[in-house]
Every structure is written in structure tokens, then in C-alpha cells.
T-cell receptor
């Protein structure tokens, strides 16, 4: 069974641009959550989606948004990029929101110049 | 979410047991303790979780104290591939995970 797939693996953008990251969950998993990881702040929760609905949201500005499609695939978007948005963005999937086992992808490494 | 305290780093000799402690003194009665690990450049990997009883699986054992204010993850025979950052997390009602800073485990030959 294929794992969580995130694309692209690496991305370089400049300040002010926007970016869209993609996540394909494990087949059969319907819950997708996103995390931002930086050396200074560690792993921080962004948001969680289930059945195309956002269930939880972390403490991030409105520039960070996401969505989930009917096939459970998810995208997150960051608009008006700032230097501080440089991070590893991780997607995790699980069978359902109330499931303890999160399966993570390898992440998208975003660099903002 | 209850916060956790872990040592910043630990060393372990290859083949020996690695015992990683975690303090979660503010844990509530219905909060589970989870352990994940993250090997460099990869996403975190689920290891084990428990509520109040000790748990064991093919990867590790989890020992939770009777008052549930602390726990220990045990890797029985550490290998070089176990070198990673280990996160202890407490989670209420399956809400979002708070990962904290974790413990960097260095397994040495």
C-alpha cells in the first residue's frame, strides 16, 4: 500500500509569491492534517480536514489555507509568502479524525528568498 | 493540551536498551500518551501509545507511572537506525497533536 505522497519535494519561491502544496493520503484514509516544521518552532499544527471540511485549525495567519477534495486529497496554499514561511511542510493522514495513528509524508521543503 | 517535558538529548550504545523519559505532570484522566519519532529528513513515525496500562508492540514498550505524571519509552535493543528525535505527546479527545521539542537519541556503535 502506497504511503502518504507529498509534492513537490522541494520548492523555492520569492517573497510575495504564493504557493500550493499537494498531499495524497494513504488509500482509504479520509482525514488529512498539515504541520509546519522549522528549527526554531518545531512541529506546529496548521489544520485538519475530514470529508472536505476543516475540523481544526492551528494558530496561523489567514495567509495559510487549505482544502480537501472528494477523493481525500488535500492542498494547502500560502499567499504573500514571507521569509519566515521557509519550512518543511508535512502532511499526515489517518483513517478518521479520531484515530491515533497518523501516517506522515516526507514533506515539502519550502524556501522563501 | 497537556504539555510534556523531555531531555534535549540522550546517548545509547548499540544493542543496549534505550530508556527515554517524559514528564507530563498536568495530564488529565482521559488523555493518552503517544510516542512518535522523526528520523532526519523524514516525517514523524508512530511508535506506541497508552492511557494507563503499560503497552508493548514490535517496536517498543511504554511504561506509564501509576499517577500517570510520567512515562518511559523503552527500545529494547537500540540499533544505529533508531537514531532520531523522539516526541512524547499527550492528546485529549483525539484533537490536534502538540509535538514539543522531543529528545534527540544518539545510538553509538
Amino acid at each position: 500500500k502506497a504511503g502518504v505522497t507529498q509534492t513537490p519535494r522541494y520548492l523555492i519561491k520569492t517573497r510575495g509569491q504564493q504557493v500550493t502544496l499537494s498531499c495524497s493520503p494513504i488509500s482509504g484514509h479520509r482525514s488529512v492534517s498539515w504541520y509546519q516544521q522549522t528549527p526554531g518552532q518545531g512541529l506546529q499544527f496548521l489544520f485538519e480536514y475530514f470529508s472536505e471540511t476543516q475540523r481544526n485549525k492551528g494558530n496561523f495567519p489567514g495567509r495559510f489555507s487549505g482544502r480537501q477534495f472528494s477523493n481525500s486529497r488535500s492542498e494547502m496554499n500560502v499567499s504573500t509568502l514571507e521569509l519566515g514561511d521557509s519550512a518543511l511542510y508535512l502532511c499526515a493522514s489517518s483513517l478518521a479524525p479520531q484515530n491515533e495513528k497518523l501516517f506522515f509524508g516526507s514533506g515539502t521543503q519550502l524556501s522563501v528568498l | 493540551d497537556a504539555k510534556t517535558t523531555q531531555p534535549t538529548s540522550m546517548d545509547c550504545a548499540e544493542g543496549r536498551a534505550a530508556n527515554l523519559p517524559c514528564n507530563h505532570s498536568t495530564i488529565s484522566g482521559n488523555e493518552y500518551v503517544y510516542w512518535y519519532r522523526q528520523i532526519h529528513s523524514q516525517g514523524p513515525q508512530y511508535i506506541i501509545h497508552g492511557l494507563k496500562n503499560n503497552e508493548t508492540n514490535e517496536m517498543a514498550s511504554l511504561i506509564i507511572t501509576e499517577d500517570r505524571k510520567s512515562s518511559t519509552l523503552i527500545l529494547p535493543h537500540a540499533t544505529l537506525r533508531d537514531t532520531a528525535v523522539y516526541y512524547c505527546i499527550v492528546l485529549y479527545n483525539f484533537n490536534k497533536f502538540y509535538f514539543g521539542s522531543g529528545t534527540k537519541l544518539n545510538v553509538k556503535p
